[in-house]
């Protein structure tokens, strides 16, 4: 069940991160406050992504 539950939970942080990197300029140079704002989400939604990958098994890649 936990297993089910982490798989669940990367599908749809991995749909919501698409979509925020899709529709959002990440670095702003006119506005560093909110480029600073999403550069901390990225990461912190990669470390939770790792961690999710972690528990359902997938490897992580460093580079495509």
Same mark, same amino acid.
């Given at each position: 069940?936990?297993?089910?539950?982490?798989?669940?939970? #990367?599908?749809?942080?991995?749909? @919501?991160?698409?979509?925020?990197? +899709?529709?959002?300029? @990440? @670095?702003?140079? $006119?506005?560093? +406050? #909110? #480029?600073?704002?999403?550069?901390?989400?990225?990461? #912190?939604? +990669?470390?939770?992504?790792?961690?999710?990958?972690?528990?359902?098994? @997938?490897? $992580?890649?460093?580079?495509?």
């Amino acid at each position: 069940l936990n297993r089910l539950f982490a798989i669940l939970a #990367t599908i749809i942080l991995v749909h @919501i991160i698409h979509q925020f990197y +899709k529709n959002c300029h @990440i @670095i702003d140079e $006119k506005e560093p +406050k #909110t #480029t600073q704002a999403r550069l901390l989400l990225v990461e #912190t939604a +990669k470390s939770v992504l790792e961690r999710l990958f972690e528990v359902i098994g @997938i490897e $992580k890649i460093e580079k495509l």
